[in-house]
C-alpha cells in the first residue's frame, strides 16, 4: 500500500497519531504492537522528517503524548498499545453501516458493536484462545450454523465507553442469552458477571501460557 507523506505543517504528533489510526484500519485491530507499528510505518517517519536522526525514539515520545490525551493506551507492559481516539474503524463503520448508532443509548450502541463485529483480529484471538463456547458460570452454551461453525459472541468485560481495552484479558466468549444480560441486566447482577468473567479469562489464558 502506498502511503501519502503529509506537509511539513503537520507536526509529529498529528502524523504519528494519523498513521496509527491507518494502521488500525489496515490490520482491522485497534490494538497493535510499537514493534509492528514502527516495521510498517518506519520509511514514511523517515521522509517525513529527513534530518531527524533518532526516529524511533520521536515515534515512542509521540505515542506517550497521544497517550496522555485519552488517544491511545497502554495494554500491557510488553508494548501493545489501543486506539481511543475513534469509535468505529473503517471495517467495523462497514459491517454496522446498516444499524444507525445514533439512536441507541450507549450501552445498546455498545452491544451492538460488539454483536456484529465478527471480522477484528481480537475477536478471532479470543475464540482461539478461548474456545467457541459460552464460558459464563455453568453454561457452556453455543449452536451451530449452517456452515458447520459453532456461533458465539464476543463480549468486552470491561466496556470501552467504560476504558476498557481490546487486549485478550479483557475479551469472553459468551452465548447470546449472558451477552445481553451483561449489558442489560440490573446493576449488581452485571457488577458479579464482571468479577467472574474477569477472574476466568484470567484462569483461561494463565493455563494457556503455562502450558505453550
Keep these: 500500500m502506498i502511503h501519502k507523506i503529509e506537509s511539513a505543517n503537520s507536526t509529529w504528533k498529528e502524523f504519528v497519531y494519523k498513521n496509527v489510526v491507518e494502521f488500525c484500519n489496515e490490520k482491522e485491530s485497534r490494538t497493535f504492537t510499537l514493534k509492528d ?10 521522509k517525513f522528517r529527513p534530518d531527524n536522526q533518532h526516529v524511533e525514539a520521536k515515534i515512542r515520545q509521540q505515542l ?10 497502554f ?5 501493545h498499545y489501543t486506539l481511543r481516539g475513534i469509535y468505529l474503524l473503517e471495517p467495523e463503520k462497514e459491517e454496522t453501516k446498516t444499524i444507525d448508532l445514533r439512536m441507541e443509548k450507549p450501552e445498546i450502541r455498545e452491544y451492538l458493536v460488539e454483536t456484529y463485529v465478527r471480522k477484528v483480529k481480537w475477536a478471532e484471538q ?6 467457541d463456547c459460552c464460558i459464563y458460570h455453568k453454561c457452556d452454551n453455543t449452536f451451530y450454523r449452517e456452515d458447520g461453525t459453532k456461533y458465539i459472541e464476543i463480549h468486552h468485560i470491561i466496556p470501552l465507553c467504560d476504558n476498557g481495552e481490546d487486549g485478550l484479558w479483557n ?42
Design 37 to 46: 507499528f514502527t516495521k510498517n510505518r518506519l520509511e514514511l517517519f523517515q
Design 64 to 73: 506517550q503524548f497521544l497517550r496522555d490525551e485519552g488517544k491511545i493506551s
Design 75 to 79: 495494554l500491557d507492559n510488553s508494548g
Design 126 to 131: 479470543c475464540r482461539k484462545i478461548m474456545g
Design 171 to 212: 475479551l469472553s466468549p459468551l452465548c447470546a442469552h449472558h451477552h445481553k444480560m451483561s449489558h442489560f441486566s440490573d446493576k449488581k447482577t452485571k457488577e458479579n458477571m464482571r468479577k467472574y468473567l474477569l477472574s476466568r479469562v484470567t484462569e483461561i489464558v494463565g493455563a494457556k501460557q503455562k502450558y505453550d
